[in-house]
């Protein structure tokens, strides 16, 4: 069974901060891993998707790299504003189903 | 287009009392997803149906839930009876699988629901 580790769970850091958030799963044969974000009271918001044969993707001050045989992937944040805060949550995609990690709860402060 | 919307987005009940979660997806989109977030368990999927059509329920935790797509407008997610343990975020989300499902599915705002 497919199982997905993130951490931290909570993350407080200042503003300007360069940070790495983890997500970790058991099972490398997957299709894709995605970096969502969540906000308060709001659903989920897709970052980042990289397809299994891919290595890593970027847009803006966030980058996220897979490394599927080691069953590992990481979210960078660059330069981190406090609109970034929010919870960060990975998910791996099989064929049909989004397994989800329990996310990093991150606090930039001024 | 408004995304995908469900009601209530606050839902307050006594144990043993009946719920009724509802979605409407993004029009167009023919998948539609159910999914429970708790603080222990993280986000789960109860089930999903494709076409209206329930294709995987095996995430729906007992038969106190059930979940039905009349139209490929409307979806409800049923609790009955309710217990404090259903107590948690209720996710809907949607997509039009052109490409996989796991790809891209945007999600509602969710309905927070507390069992007293």
């Known amino acids: 069974k497919q199982e997905v580790t993130q951490i931290p769970a909570a993350l407080s850091v200042p503003e300007g901060e360069n940070l790495v958030l983890n997500c970790s799963f058991t099972?490398?044969?997957?299709?894709?891993l995605q970096w969502f974000r969540q906000d308060p009271g709001k659903g989920l918001t897709s970052l980042l998707l990289i397809q299994s044969s891919q290595r890593e993707q970027t847009s803006g001050r966030l980058n996220a790299s897979l490394d599927k045989s080691s069953g590992r992937s990481t979210l960078y944040i660059a330069a981190s504003q406090p609109g970034d805060s929010a919870t960060y949550l990975c998910?791996?995609?099989?064929?049909?189903?989004?397994?989800f990690g329990t996310g990093t709860r991150l606090q930039v402060f001024p | 287009d408004a995304g995908v919307i469900q009601s209530p987005r606050h839902e307050v009940t006594e144990m043993g009392q009946e719920v009724t979660l509802r979605c409407k997806p993004i029009?167009?989109?023919?998948?539609l997803f159910w999914y429970r977030q708790t603080m222990m368990r993280g986000l789960e999927l109860l089930i999903y149906f494709n076409n209206n059509v329930p294709i995987d329920d095996s995430g729906m935790p007992e038969d106190r839930f059930s979940a039905k797509m009349p139209n490929a407008s409307f979806s409800t997610l049923k609790i009955q009876p309710s217990e404090p343990r259903d107590s948690a975020v209720y996710f809907c989300a949607s997509t039009d699988g052109t490409s996989r499902i796991t790809d891209t599915q945007y999600f509602g705002p969710g309905t927070r629901l507390t069992v007293l």
């Open positions: 099972d490398s044969a997957i299709y894709n």
């Open positions: 998910a791996v995609g099989n064929t049909d189903k989004l397994i």
């Open positions: 029009s167009g989109h023919d998948y």
